[in-house]
């Protein structure tokens, strides 16, 4: 029986009217389920987001979001098997669920890490120090990020109705904005479990996450400069959506990644015998077949030397042979069905012009043995790899993009010439460079790397561990320029951060320090009461300030630390070659020898509620300290953050030292852990 898609919105679940659309098996044909969003309320959604869900998720800070993602991330796992078996239907083996699926599921986890190790247990975000703007130190500037009073409007592909969703969803949730994510139809099903899951759990706010089932409607002529669209697909449609007069009007945010035309690129170090040159054609294959090639991040250009590419196709053959095609529920398929028939027809007609330029060295586009399954019934299609011989002159293979198992082999002469083929992709996601030659590889970067999102650098040493081609990662950009959308997905908290506005600050250092809860130069500090180092986590305060009194350095400690510890460097040893350094005067004193001192003015020594020194930041040595001269130490808190268990919180202090003049010779954060009242 099939499934009737229900849109989500404005609290409440809302049938298809007439006119749904059948969605079918990509593997038998048979109707899974229909689809349409007529009768929702696009204007409803947009308020509903903008007056119940961004003002509960902007209620609540950093950490408490992240928490909230990772709640989601483990109750999805736990229901992950339902989501599996409705993921065979969109022509997915399990090796492809696992990407999609678990790779989803993963994205949550990463950014609730981020979130808690990252970000403050704070509402807003303070963006770099503080920028001193006037003579005296009164006057002063800081940028904070704080999260957009709007809605994000994430328009998904079809070939990855989990990861593409949950990898939009996670860091726009973590920046306090509300969602209305709207899935391709073809395998929209799939999304629609995944979003009554999360809506079933009540782990989200109300208002926090909306689902569109079929098409947008009128959806975007209710955007603001608030608001932000975040789209995944081909450059037709998005370039559809960035040209729709509301989002050109309201200035509306777009990130766009679209499909592109990605390299593999064999270096001309690589042989046959070569480990890289297996670890090539093993990649290859795996991009060509994994998803049956429907992946933006695929290999579309073979990229080889002229005298590699006999031994490259036949190697490539050899191994696409052996791929076993059918219904991805058979444990011995390794590759299934495309989305549905009108992508095979679509893949089928990219190649057809694809081959006015190139031959076809394996494959056939009308013949495909299957297991397990009908080949007409099914939408399947066999791996197709072409060869263009005359790969400079070539265009349609820079134009052209058959979304399915299907790669072009170019030959190229000279790493110069495989740099330019790469770059007629005139912008790709992804491009990877196979060659184990320090020289080429940089070559190959310099040249690639302004056309690229991300390039994938593989070798014998990397191999076993690295994650592929086509594999985006939360910690790493995802987007590329030109063709590929001129957009960034994910990038760790870059991904996060397109969803809130920088702002600039002007005041007084005190003033910005009441604001930020973070003290910077010029503001005031106070060194009344205990210790700091004697006050709990909730009484410390930003600003409390340790003044120590001076030591003096004599060339008697210098030496006696160089003994100790062993570091007899010339400049702290011998007069006369220190001398001759233009840095130093003479004989000077170790850095750590400074920070050592520095920390046995400041340190309060007997037991007390500050646990741990934990790590240094930003640490520098502006000016070298002499025998003879004395230092003191200014000691200030500078921020503080809870930390993830309840017991401590975190203490960034701002260390500065001065010499007998007021000079500073060094500065540094010191990190703690100080304990919470029982």
């Known amino acids: 029986m099939a499934l009737t898609l229900q849109s989500y919105a ?40 903008r007056q119940v869900g961004g003002p509960a998720l902007r209620a609540m800070n950093f950490h408490q979001r992240a928490e909230m993602l990772k709640r989601l991330a483990v109750y999805l796992t736990e229901r992950k098997p339902a989501l599996y078996e409705l993921s065979y239907e969109t022509g997915a083996t399990k090796r492809d669920s696992w990407i999609d699926i678990d790779g989803g599921i993963g994205t949550l986890f990463a950014y609730a890490s981020r979130g808690r190790k990252e970000l403050p247990s704070e ?23 704080t999260p957009l009073h709007g809605v994000a409007v ?64 009128d959806l975007l002529e209710h955007l603001t400069g608030q608001d932000v669209v975040s789209f995944t697909g081909s450059a037709t449609t998005s370039g559809k959506l960035r040209d729709h007069p509301t989002i050109s009007r309201n200035a509306v945010r777009f990130i766009a990644e679209r499909d592109s035309l990605n390299a593999a690129i064999l270096g001309s170090d690589v ?50 042979g052996k ?98 083929l790469a770059q007629r992709g005139e912008g790709s996601l992804v491009a990877s460079a196979f060659s184990y030659d320090p020289k080429v590889t940089e070559e190959l970067v310099m040249g690639l790397a302004p056309f690229h999102g991300r390039l994938y650098l593989v070798d014998r040493d990397s191999a076993k561990e690295a994650t592929g081609h086509g594999s985006p990662l939360p910690a790493l950009v995802h987007g590329g320029p030109g063709r590929a959308g001129g957009g960034e997905e994910m990038g760790g908290l870059r991904g996060v951060f397109h969803y809130m506005q920088r702002t600039a600050l002007q005041g007084s250092p005190a003033k910005l320090t009441a604001l930020t809860k973070t003290w910077g130069t010029g503001a005031p500090t106070s060194t009344e009461g205990p210790h700091p180092f004697r006050k709990n986590f909730d009484e410390i305060q930003v600003g409390d300030t340790v003044e120590t009194p001076a030591r003096t350095i004599s060339i008697e400690d210098i030496e006696h630390f160089a003994n100790f510890t062993g570091d007899k460097f010339y400049a702290h040893m011998d007069e006369e070659a220190a001398k001759a350094n233009p840095f130093f005067p003479g004989r000077v004193a170790h850095g750590y020898l400074i920070l050592s001192f520095a920390a046995g003015l400041f340190v309060d020594p007997a037991p007390g509620p500050l ?24 000691l200030t808190v500078k921020s503080k953050r809870s930390a993830r268990l309840p017991d401590y919180g975190e203490v960034r202090w701002d260390a500065e030292v001065f010499n007998q003049d007021g000079d500073t010779v060094a500065q540094y954060d010191v990190l703690t852990m100080s304990a919470r009242p029982a």
Not at 380 to 386: E, K, M, T
Not at 617 to 633: A, M, T, W
């Open 323 to 420: 791929v076993a095609i059918g219904n991805p529920r058979n444990e011995a398929v390794g590759m299934g069905p495309l989305a549905s028939q009108s992508q095979r027809r679509d893949v089928r007609e990219s190649i057809s012009r694809l081959a006015m330029e190139s031959e076809i060295v394996f494959g056939d586009t009308e013949n495909c043995a299957v297991v397990d399954a009908d080949s007409e019934k099914g939408a399947f299609l066999s791996p197709v790899l072409l060869h263009c011989a005359n790969s400079i002159r070539a265009q349609r293979v820079n134009e052209v993009e058959a979304f399915g198992p299907v790669s072009t082999l170019l030959p190229y002469d000279g790493l110069e010439q495989a740099i330019e």
């Open 10 to 49: 404005a609290g409440r679940w809302i049938a298809p009217g007439s006119g749904a659309v059948e969605i079918t098996s990509a593997v038998d044909g048979h109707v899974v389920a229909l689809a349409s969003s007529e009768g929702v309320d696009f204007g409803a959604m947009v308020k509903h987001a």
């Open 271 to 320: 042989t046959p015998e070569s480990p890289e040159f297996d670890l090539f054609i093993k990649e290859v294959a795996r991009e060509m077949t994994a998803k049956a090639g429907q992946k933006c991040t695929a290999i579309r250009r073979v990229i080889v030397p002229r005298e590699r590419l006999e031994a490259v196709r036949d190697a490539l053959a050899a191994r696409l």
């Open 123 to 145: 509402r807003f975000v303070l963006d770099g120090a503080f920028e001193p703007l006037s003579k005296s130190g009164s006057f002063a500037g800081a940028h904070i990020l």
């Open 611 to 634: 646990l741990a020194n934990y790590g240094l930041e930003r640490l520098r040595f502006l000016k070298p300290v002499s025998p003879g001269d004395s230092i003191r130490v200014r």
């Open 154 to 217: 994430h328009v998904n592909a079809f070939n990855f109705p989990c990861w593409g969703m949950l990898e939009k969803l996670a860091p726009t949730l973590l920046a306090g904005v509300p969602v209305i994510t709207k899935p391709a139809t073809a395998t929209a099903y799939l999304a629609h479990a995944m979003v009554a899951m999360i809506i079933g759990s009540g782990i989200l706010p109300p208002g926090a996450l909306q689902f569109v089932a079929g098409s947008t409607g």
